[in-house]
């Protein structure tokens, strides 16, 4: 069973960037795709961007298309989220989350926070 720890949260500006890393142990993190959710207060938590389990294959929500980039090193065990142009509607608490190729999203961490002030 895989284990996923966030790291990278912080306050910036609006117009900065920050990078997110989610770094996974206890399973061989080449056969899980990975996500990243966000959950601001008051609101439901919502998808950002997900990575397929050989890192070739992304996908992104609407609202961060052309802003974020998720990326895999599947060497590292690690799955990043680069996240540039920020915007104050992207402060949220940022969740990794993994997935098999029979599952869904069952796999999640503790979240780290990221605030963007305006």
């Known amino acids: 069973q895989v284990q996923l720890v966030e790291s990278g949260g912080g306050l910036v500006q609006a117009g900065g960037s920050l990078r997110l890393s989610c770094a996974a142990s206890g399973g061989t993190f080449s056969d899980y795709g990975v996500g990243w959710f966000r959950q601001a207060p008051g609101k439901e938590r919502e998808f950002v961007a997900a990575?397929?389990?050989?890192?070739?294959?992304?996908d992104y929500a609407d609202s961060v298309k052309g802003r974020f980039t998720i990326s895999k090193d599947n060497a590292k065990n690690t799955v990043y989220l680069q996240m540039n142009s920020l915007k104050p509607e992207d402060t949220a608490v940022y969740y990794c989350?993994?997935?098999?190729?029979?599952?869904?999203?069952?796999?999640w961490g503790q979240g780290t926070q990221v605030t963007v002030s305006s």
């Open positions: 989350t993994a997935r098999t190729a029979l599952s869904g999203y069952n796999y």
């Open positions: 990575i397929n389990r050989s890192g070739r294959s992304t």
